[in-house]
């Protein structure tokens, strides 16, 4: 307690609040605007303000030649981030906030980072349908791991047949496979299940196939087949062979969040551009 001898008024020495320490707590240390207000003996009207108060400054340097890694998570219904982060600096190079992932959303991003002077090495990707025509001029990587993801969709963690069991487990080995590897191991599967990929049954109308998951499976390995590799045709340039560096990111990204739900859409998004610093 402190007494001013001029107006004779008493205060307390109440330390100003630290915009900048708060925001840290806030976005980086899981805090709640409860437990902010706590620690800093105020509201938490004016926590919320100090945060909103922040001016999110994006990072504007970037290295001259990068490996994109894209790709894009929901944050809620119709709510989804996506992202172009250098897999070489660990730089995230671009954010879009958008309602569903589009072929035309990830061309604009590439176009941008492009427009920025930055030479686009390789683009690493989860192999959304017809995004490999959009880039023919650069090099593209299909995510390993979403790939092995595919298989599990068509055929479970627990497929019954055999033919099902043997290409779900040749799947499983994709990481920790060369091309030359990998291809022998898809052919000499196919020659020895040929018949029971193309067995028919007869429906009302038409004949079909029998084992029509089980087929959707070795096609979509076949047709992505030409990018899972694509590290192993360019060493020089550091590709890495999944989009981990940035599903990770996501992870922890949404497990901060979860820490402070029911955001509005507009402090959602500046949450996110901080975490990012895009």
């Known amino acids: 307690m402190y007494k001013c001898y001029v107006c004779g008024r ?4 109440i330390p100003r609040l630290d915009a900048q320490e708060i925001w840290h707590l806030y976005s980086s240390g899981k805090q709640t605007y409860a437990e902010l207000a706590a620690k800093f003996g105020c509201s938490a009207k004016t926590v919320q303000r100090k945060i909103d108060s922040i001016q999110i400054i994006k990072n504007d340097v970037f290295t001259p030649r990068v490996n994109v890694v894209m790709d894009t998570s929901y944050f809620g219904r119709n709510f989804g981030v996506m992202a172009f982060k250098d897999s070489l600096s660990g730089t ?18 590439i176009k941008e ?4 002077g930055i030479d686009i090495q390789s683009i690493i990707c989860d192999g959304k349908k017809g995004i490999f025509a959009l880039f023919p001029d650069i090099p593209m990587q299909m995510c390993q791991f979403h790939m092995i993801r595919i298989v599990n969709r068509y055929l479970t963690r627990k497929p019954k047949t055999d033919a099902a069991k043997e290409l779900r487990n040749i799947a499983l080995r994709l990481t920790e496979s060369t091309r030359i590897e990998f291809t022998d191991l898809l052919e000499t599967w196919h ?14 109308k038409r004949k079909v ?29 550091k590709i890495p062979n999944t989009t981990n560096a940035l ?32």
Not at 191 to 204: C, I, M, R, S
Not at 218 to 235: A, G, V
Not at 260 to 278: E, M, P
């Open 10 to 13: 008493q205060f307390l020495d």
């Open 92 to 109: 995230m190079l671009l954010l879009d906030f958008v309602k569903h992932e589009t072929l035309l959303l990830y061309e604009a991003g």
């Open 113 to 116: 980072i492009s427009r920025r």
């Open 191 to 204: 020659l020895k299940w040929a018949d029971f990929l193309n067995e028919q049954t007869t429906g009302k």
């Open 209 to 237: 196939y029998t084992h029509k998951r089980l087929r959707s499976a070795h096609l979509s390995l076949m047709r992505h087949l030409p990018y899972l590799f694509t590290f192993e045709d360019y060493p020089h340039l």
């Open 247 to 278: 599903d990770g990111h996501f992870s922890d990204m949404k497990n901060k969040l979860r820490n402070h739900n029911g955001l509005s859409k507009q402090r959602k998004i500046k949450y996110i551009n901080g975490f990012f610093k895009a």
